[in-house]
């Protein structure tokens, strides 16, 4: 199996990470159930992977080409305790030596958020662990963190993903502190994919359906818009989606070589906002450092664009490995840690907030 698997299989990864020198050992228990994917995670000292797995419901939502939130709750439920005892054994450890639980309290759908915080109070409840809330977009700017390259803010932190796009400033600070710089004024990118492939008959989620029919396509095929070019730092995509649906309707829906440079035309149209904006804010914020994260950098296409732009300008860029890109608990598991050494916990109060916006 692979270490990653978002198959209905759970997925393991076997905690091939290394401690970096001297470190605290802190253990943190990671659980993640903000949108479709049911993850849960160990990690020491806020560094060290020990286990994770990421239960994906993409069989789940296939039929109804989108992400179905009652649906969504239910497998919840049903998947994110086996999840949890599944860590703790492939980690070797026990729920009582647990220092902290970590949990997604947004954004995210409220139903699927409400699962994971009762889920975790209940834990803390019934062992001597501490409760942390944690935004998702940090957990994800929080990936990086579990890497052996280590990225010293401030730096540019890059977040794309099915419901954001989001660029902020990162610095450094227990736990660190975030200015939002830009955002989507519309789509997030992985929306756009998602509702791109929508249209074109592809299989939810789209992002790697579009990446995989790109390959061999002519990206110059359809001059698809690079919206808000040169126009400050927010991004949209709403445009791209529309021109690809006029397309669609005047012409059908193309097949063979014909699909293949249509997905790789639309992929090259929203790398090109990406790393465009992306490097407009290193270049504004005067930094050179920039982290890519989310589950849209899981795409090949925009890491190597966003590499070599980022070379070019002498910009220093990080990329979480593909399994630390796409939703899991370990990066929440991650962004608690600096929470927890300042001793900001929460109380069983702790209420989910689907729109919680981070900076
Ligand atoms: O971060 P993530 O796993 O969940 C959210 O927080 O939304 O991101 C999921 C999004 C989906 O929209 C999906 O289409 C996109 O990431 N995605 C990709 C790729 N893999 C996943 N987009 C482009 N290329 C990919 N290879
Ligand atoms: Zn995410």
């Keep these: ?28 228990l990671g659980l993640e159930t903000s949108c479709d994917e049911t993850a849960a995670a160990v990690v020491r000292g806020g560094r060290r992977l020990l286990a994770s797995r990421v239960h994906s419901q993409v069989d789940l939502h296939a039929a109804f080409g ?22 703790l054994s492939d980690a070797g450890v026990e729920l009582c030596d647990i220092d902290c639980i970590a ?9 699927a958020l409400l699962v994971g915080v009762q889920t975790a109070k209940g834990l803390c409840a019934a062992s001597s662990s501490v409760l942390v809330a944690v935004n ?54 992985g929306e756009a994919f998602d509702k791109v492939a929508r249209l074109l008959g592809l299989p939810y989620p789209g992002g790697r359906a579009i990446e995989e029919l790109a390959i061999g396509g002519d990206a110059a095929a359809h001059a698809f818009p690079r919206a808000m070019r040169g126009r400050g730092l927010n991004l949209s995509f709403s445009g791209l989606k529309t021109s690809v649906r006029q397309h669609v309707e005047k012409n059908g829906v193309p097949v063979g070589s014909g699909l293949s440079d249509l997905c790789a035309s639309v992929q090259e149209a929203i790398v090109d906002s990406l790393v465009e904006k992306s490097l407009a804010a290193v270049k504004a914020a005067n930094l050179d450092r920039l982290l ?10 925009l890491r190597e664009k966003m590499a070599r732009s980022a070379r070019a300008a002498g910009v220093r860029l990080f990329v979480p490995s593909m399994g630390l890109c796409t939703d899991n608990a370990a990066m929440i598991a991650a962004a608690a840690h600096p929470r927890y050494l300042a001793g900001q916990v929460d109380g069983d109060d702790l209420e989910p907030d689907p729109a919680w916006r981070l900076g």
């Design 1 to 28: 199996m692979e270490p990653w698997s978002r198959g209905p299989v759970l997925g393991t990864w076997p905690g091939a990470f290394l401690p970096l020198g001297p470190m605290s050992e802190e253990l943190i």
């Design 66 to 87: 989108g992400v179905v939130p009652e649906l969504a709750s239910r497998d919840h439920l049903a998947k994110l305790l086996p999840t949890v005892d599944a860590v």
């Design 103 to 111: 949990v997604t309290a947004g954004p995210g759908l409220i139903g």
């Design 136 to 189: 998702h977009l940090e957990g994800h700017l929080s990936a990086i963190n579990l890497e052996k390259e280590e990225i010293e803010p401030p730096f540019v932190g890059v977040v794309v993903s099915g419901g954001h796009s989001s660029i902020f400033r990162v610095e450094a600070g227990q736990p660190p502190l975030y200015r939002l710089l830009g955002r989507t004024l519309d789509d997030a990118a």
């Design 292 to 301: 890519l994260s989310g589950g849209v950098a899981a795409n090949g296409r």
